[in-house]
T-cell receptor, first 113, second 115 residues
């Protein structure tokens, strides 16, 4: 059974720092992995989607990597800003799923001005 | 493109009443829609998957008579919380997948508070 874990559950860093969020999964048979951002009381914003054949995806200050063999993905945020404060969720689509996603519990990120 | 809306964005109701939440795909045809609920400080929990024109498939532990899902058209799915109780208070999020997409697009969520 696929399980997705995000550590740490919360992270607080000063503005301007580069940071890495971690996501691990137990079964490497995935179709893709996706990173989302959720602001308090709001819905989800898709940040990056990495197909199983890809190693990384980049969008602006964000870079997501995928290592299927080790069951890990990282979300790298460069030059963090207070506006980056949010909860970051990763979700895995198993290869044999009916488009269902397996979710991590999220990392709550606080960027201090 | 690939925008999903939800209505209402928040609703407060009395215990025992029923509440309907709408999920619409605005610029694509959603062959599959998903309904999630999220408790405070927790991740999303999939409630059910619905395909247009057929009955929804509910996850284990989700009462189908309590949470009625209708996916009558390719752009609209509704979730009705029947005889709502305070424990049904939660954040409900829908997502939609179209024929030509390999990912889900998420709505902004609906905050339900049952008094």
């Amino acid at each position: 059974k696929q399980e997705v874990t995000q550590i740490p559950a919360a992270l607080s860093v000063p503005e301007g720092e580069n940071l890495v969020l971690n996501c691990s999964f137990t079964d490497s048979a995935i179709y893709n992995l996706q990173w989302f951002r959720q602001d308090p009381g709001k819905g989800l914003t898709s940040l990056l989607l990495i197909q199983s054949s890809q190693r990384e995806q980049t969008s602006g200050r964000l870079n997501a990597s995928l290592d299927k063999s080790s069951g890990r993905s990282t979300l790298y945020i460069a030059a963090s800003q207070p506006g980056d404060s949010a909860t970051y969720l990763c979700a895995v689509k198993p290869r044999d799923s009916n488009y269902q996603l397996i979710w991590g519990a999220g990392t709550k990120l606080i960027i201090k001005p | 493109g690939a925008v999903v809306s939800q209505h209402p964005s928040w609703v407060i109701c009395k215990s025992g009443t029923s509440v309907k939440i709408e999920c619409r795909s605005l610029d694509f045809q959603a062959t599959t829609m998903f309904w999630y609920r999220q408790f405070p400080k927790q991740s999303l929990m999939l409630m059910a998957t619905s395909n247009e024109g057929s009955k929804a498939t509910y996850e284990q532990g989700v009462e189908k008579d309590k949470f009625l899902i209708n996916h009558a058209s390719l752009t609209l799915s509704t979730l009705t919380v029947t005889s709502a109780h305070p424990e049904d208070s939660s954040f409900y999020i829908c997502s939609a997948r179209g024929v030509y997409y390999n990912e889900q697009f998420f709505g902004p969520g609906t905050r339900l508070t049952v008094l």
